[in-house]
């Protein structure tokens, strides 16, 4: 077995960089996750970063039950590939799937330290990923940019969850209503894609909620 973390040693002392990296997370039943998960996800836009959703393929295998394939990204720079892994390795009936994120340092700061803490890494491309990895997610990108792309799935997640009901104790309660949603509604922590950012949160929340244009809020 390749001990990576003895490689990522070698490299920093030769002062060198890796130039790519492929990590893969598999679902050998298809119960935790499968194609159509990350289709869903991508649907609802949880794959946007800076306000625009990454370029995506579909790959169908026309019900030869060999597997298909869902991309997300680019080739070149960062790009996740879904596949059917057991349809592909000959078992119609297997659910296995496999999870492929390939980080490429052509655009992005690639460090040796990926081959040390794989899961940091996959768990850090996209904030929805951190739920299929157990550990801290790390992000390649800033911490400005994660919650920014954090603060507006929150946005688009309470417009579309609650947002009617919202609307409802508004009209309800009128002057009242901040008061009771204090009291009933709002509780202490953090949302999950948000608890490994360190320093002060809420202002960088705030910074980023003001940059939402009204349209994209509503």
């Given at each position: 077995?390749?001990?990576?973390?003895?490689?990522?040693?070698?490299?920093?002392?030769?002062?060198a960089?890796?130039?790519?990296?492929?990590?893969?997370?598999?679902?050998l039943?298809?119960?935790?996750?499968?194609?159509?998960?990350?289709?869903?996800?991508?649907?609802?836009?949880?794959?946007?970063?800076?306000?625009?959703?990454?370029?995506?393929?579909?790959?169908?295998?026309?019900?030869?039950?060999?597997?298909?394939?869902?991309y997300?990204?680019?080739?070149?720079?960062?790009?996740?590939?879904?596949?059917?892994?057991?349809?592909?390795?000959?078992?119609?009936?297997?659910?296995?799937?496999?999870?492929?994120?390939?980080?490429y340092?052509?655009?992005?700061?690639?460090?040796?330290?990926?081959?040390?803490?794989?899961?940091?890494?996959?768990?850090?491309?996209?904030?929805?990923?951190?739920?299929?990895?157990?550990?801290?997610?790390?992000?390649?990108?800033?911490?400005?940019?994660?919650?920014?792309?954090?603060?507006?799935?929150?946005?688009?997640?309470?417009?579309?969850?609650?947002?009617?009901?919202?609307?409802?104790?508004?009209?309800?309660?009128?002057?009242?209503?901040?008061?009771?949603?204090?009291?009933?509604?709002?509780?202490?922590?953090?949302?999950?894609?948000?608890?490994?950012?360190?320093?002060?949160?809420?202002?960088?929340?705030?910074?980023?909620?003001?940059?939402?244009?009204?349209?994209?809020?509503?």
């Amino acid at each position: 077995m390749r001990s990576w973390p003895q490689v990522a040693n070698v490299l920093d002392d030769l002062d060198a960089r890796i130039s790519h990296v492929d990590i893969a997370i598999d679902d050998l039943t298809g119960e935790t996750f499968n194609l159509q998960t990350f289709r869903d996800l991508y649907d609802r836009g949880e794959f946007v970063m800076n306000g625009r959703p990454p370029q995506a393929q579909y790959v169908d295998d026309c019900g030869s039950n060999k597997g298909c394939s869902f991309y997300v990204g680019q080739r070149g720079h960062k790009q996740l590939n879904i596949y059917e892994k057991g349809k592909q390795l000959g078992d119609p009936e297997s659910g296995h799937t496999r999870c492929e994120l390939r980080l490429y340092a052509k655009r992005i700061d690639l460090p040796n330290d990926v081959l040390r803490n794989p899961g940091k890494y996959f768990a850090g491309s996209y904030p929805m990923l951190a739920a299929y990895v157990v550990g801290e997610a790390e992000r390649l990108l800033t911490k400005e940019q994660m919650v920014n792309a954090s603060a507006k799935a929150m946005v688009r997640f309470l417009r579309n969850q609650a947002g009617t009901a919202l609307n409802l104790v508004m009209d309800a309660l009128g002057d009242d209503a901040v008061e009771f949603l204090m009291e009933h509604v709002v509780r202490d922590g953090r949302p999950g894609r948000m608890k490994n950012v360190v320093g002060d949160l809420p202002a960088l929340v705030r910074a980023q909620l003001q940059t939402i244009p009204s349209q994209e809020a509503a």
